[in-house]
Structure formats: structure tokens, C-alpha cells
């Protein structure tokens, strides 16, 4: 007998399953490589089940949350360092925005959180090279040794001239 829930209870127990997320355009990508449409009737996608897909999936995931990690550093900086220039610049000048131990633990927080994220991205580039499958390892042999060739030909072809 199925049972039929309702579009807030599926999505619940859909991202409940699949653990943290971060919104990637029209879709939320989950840390465990599930995927879904962030249309509430949208479709719902389980983790692939190839190593090598599953594997890429999550290194975009991790790419994801670096790149908010930085930003969300840069900006921190950037509101500090464009605040208290401004002040500098009037007649007036107005309160710092922050006493320096507050800032600098502020974004020493923020460094550690990017820290962490492009250590887990780094990671994932690992697990992403050893899920390849061989036909993409042979033709990226391939393809190095053509570009070595392609290479040594315009060094010899260098010297010769009319």
C-alpha cells in the first residue's frame, strides 16, 4: 500500500536524510552528493551511485563552501578596512566599527573556517582522482604525452627560419 505524504513532509525527510546543504542556483546540493530542484515539487535526487560521480558531486559541494568561506571572510575584512577609511577621510571622524581584538579574532574565526573548508576541498580532490575511472586516466596519459610532442615540435620548429 504506498503512502502518500505531503510536498513539506517529503522535502523534510529528504534533507533531513542528506545532512547539510548549501543552495547551488535553481537546486540544493547536500553534502553526500544528493541533489534537488528547489522548486518544492521539483525532482529529488539520490547520491550517484558511481564512485567516480559521487565523488566529483561532493568535490562541487566542498567547492561551494570554500567559496562562501572566503567570501564571507572578504567581506568581513572589506567592511572593516572600508569602514574605518571612510572615517579616517571625513572632518568628523567617527567610532571605529570594532576595537582591534574583536576584528582580529573576528576574522581569525573566519581564516580557521576557510582553513578548514580547503582542507576538505583538497581531500576531496584526492578522493576524486582515485574514484577515476581508467579510460579517463589513460586518455589523460594520452593527452600529456600528445601535449609533450606538440611541445617538442614548436621547440624544434623554432630555429629553422627562410
Given at each position: 500500500m504506498m503512502e502518500f505524504t505531503g510536498v513539506k513532509e517529503r522535502l523534510a525527510e529528504f534533507d533531513a536524510r542528506h545532512g547539510a546543504s548549501l543552495r547551488d542556483g535553481g537546486r540544493i546540493l547536500f553534502e553526500d552528493?544528493?541533489?534537488?530542484?528547489?522548486d518544492p515539487l521539483g525532482a529529488l535526487w539520490e547520491p550517484p551511485s558511481e564512485p567516480w560521480d559521487l565523488a566529483r558531486r561532493?568535490?562541487?559541494?566542498?567547492?561551494l563552501v570554500?567559496?562562501?568561506?572566503?567570501?564571507?571572510?572578504?567581506?568581513?575584512?572589506?567592511?572593516?578596512?572600508?569602514?574605518?577609511?571612510?572615517?579616517?577621510?571625513?572632518?568628523?571622524?567617527?567610532p571605529a566599527p570594532a576595537d582591534p581584538e574583536t576584528a582580529s579574532a573576528?576574522?581569525?574565526e573566519l581564516r580557521h573556517v576557510v582553513r578548514r573548508a580547503k582542507r576538505a576541498y583538497d581531500a576531496q580532490l584526492v578522493a576524486v582522482d582515485a574514484a577515476k575511472p581508467p579510460r579517463f586516466r589513460e586518455l589523460?596519459?594520452?593527452?600529456?604525452?600528445?601535449?609533450?610532442?606538440?611541445?617538442?615540435?614548436?621547440s624544434g620548429l623554432a630555429g629553422i627560419e627562410v
Open positions: 552528493g544528493a541533489l534537488r530542484e528547489l561532493i568535490l562541487h559541494y566542498r567547492k570554500l567559496d562562501r568561506a572566503v567570501e564571507a571572510f572578504e567581506e568581513r575584512r572589506q567592511f572593516y578596512v572600508k569602514v574605518a577609511t571612510n572615517n579616517l577621510n571625513q572632518k568628523a571622524c567617527g573576528e576574522l581569525k589523460e596519459a594520452e593527452s600529456a604525452a600528445n601535449r609533450e610532442a606538440n611541445q617538442a615540435l614548436l
